[in-house]
């Protein structure tokens, strides 16, 4: 994966994080020489300035730091004391993580398909999927477009299952008023780096307004001891180091700059793409209600067609990639996992169709325009109709 400009004008990258970063070096580099200062690597002040900032974000009351957000995942399900014998619904079409902490827990995975306007769990099918069994739903905010929280609350309330929301690709998304993380029980956020708040490695939050699971998720992230050498239950090691907190605290006074930025790219998208009218060919995301935050920019290409005009693409030195090519009904690692025929259809369509374009906020007009005329020309070549 490319992670900034190449050296030739004419690409266009898939992200540019080098050159995100650049302007706020000096800043990052101050702010972690003065965690080298405390001494404080883990535990620091930045950490807690950190928890607040997104805690204040998201609208929960509550945040803690984790190591990735596939802990806070874990994390959230430990927390729950979810583990054998229990079902959690979790999508098919999504990042593996989603469904592996459950796995890892010894609970039943239950994959529900997407309803294919959002790539987003389908609530109606949700809420045929539960059983007396049922614990959990993890609703993802894929691509940075929130789920619909609404209707998921409300089935989750009725059943008396807890909602975890993976809002790894959401930081700073809405649904209604309420933020992304502030909807269900448990919110977990990813500071890979390329999220929309990247850091410099692997990082992750949890967000909650229950002060007992609050207390519950500090406990378990920190090998469920309370107080020192006293082991309450049988945690995990998962922390947010301070370094990589002092990093993210000078992004975070960005990230609604950079989101605004993801915003306007999305809608000049919408505007290129409906002047060159490809619409029988391809298929945009919904532009949404303008809280989407845009972590990818997917479209869908039908007709067998993703591969060839990728490949296209590619001559033309412009990256694009696929989130995400296999299912997760379909990997090896989950096999034994039973789905009924014909149940995860819009799923495995989404993964043969899905091609993310370049969003990032630094992206340019002319590389949008290149992307979008590289796009054209694939389907002027081979004279396939936009009618
Ligand atoms: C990135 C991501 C994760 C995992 O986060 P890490 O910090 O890389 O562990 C989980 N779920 C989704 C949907 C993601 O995009």
């Not at 987003?120 to 477009?145: M, Q, S, Y």
Request: with cysteine.
């Amino acid at each position: 994966m490319s992670h900034n400009r190449a050296t030739n004008p004419q690409s266009v990258p898939l992200l540019d994080i080098v050159g995100e970063n650049r302007p706020l070096h000096e800043e990052m580099l101050e702010a972690i020489r003065d965690v080298f200062e405390t001494g404080r690597f883990l535990y620091g002040p930045a950490v807690t300035e950190l928890e607040n900032a997104l805690a204040e974000l998201s609208g929960a009351k509550h945040a803690v730091g984790c190591a990735s957000g596939s802990d806070a995942l874990l994390l959230a399900l430990l927390a729950m004391d979810i583990g054998a014998g229990d079902e959690v619904i979790v999508p098919s079409f999504t990042f593996f993580a989603t469904a592996s902490a459950v796995e890892r827990l010894g609970a039943r995975i239950v994959f529900v398909d997407i309803d294919p306007a959002t790539f987003n769990l389908d609530p109606a099918k949700v809420e045929a999927a539960i059983t007396p069994d049922t614990k959990a739903v993890i609703p993802v905010h894929l691509f940075g477009r929130m789920a619909n929280m609404t209707e998921l609350q409300r089935i989750a309330e009725e059943a008396g299952i807890r909602v975890i929301e993976d809002a790894a690709q959401a930081i700073g998304s809405k649904h209604r008023d309420r933020g992304a993380g502030a909807w269900g029980d448990v919110g977990c956020f990813s500071f890979y780096p390329t999220k929309n708040l990247g850091g410099c490695g692997d990082g992750g939050m949890l967000t909650t307004s229950n002060d007992e699971l609050a207390e519950r998720l500090r406990l378990f992230a920190a090998h469920g001891m309370s107080p020192r050498y006293v082991h309450r239950v049988v945690g995990i090691n998962s922390r947010l180091d301070t370094l990589q907190a002092a990093a993210l605290c000078v992004k975070m006074k960005h990230l609604q700059r950079w989101t605004e930025a993801r915003r306007e790219n999305a809608a000049r998208y919408h505007e290129l793409f409906a002047d060159v009218g490809l619409t029988k060919n391809i298929t945009l995301p919904a532009a949404g209600d303008g809280t989407h935050v845009w972590n990818q920019f997917t479209i869908r290409v039908p007709n067998g067609r993703r591969d060839a005009l990728r490949s296209h693409l590619a001559e033309q030195h412009i990256a694009s990639e696929i989130y995400y090519p296999i299912p997760l009904h379909q990997q090896e690692c989950f096999r034994h996992v039973s789905c009924a025929p014909g149940s995860l259809l819009e799923s495995a369509r989404a993964a043969a169709e899905v091609l993310s374009l370049p969003i990032f906020p630094d992206l340019t007009f002319a590389e949008q325009q290149r992307v979008v005329d590289g796009i054209a020309s694939y389907f002027a070549a081979r004279k396939i109709s936009a009618a």
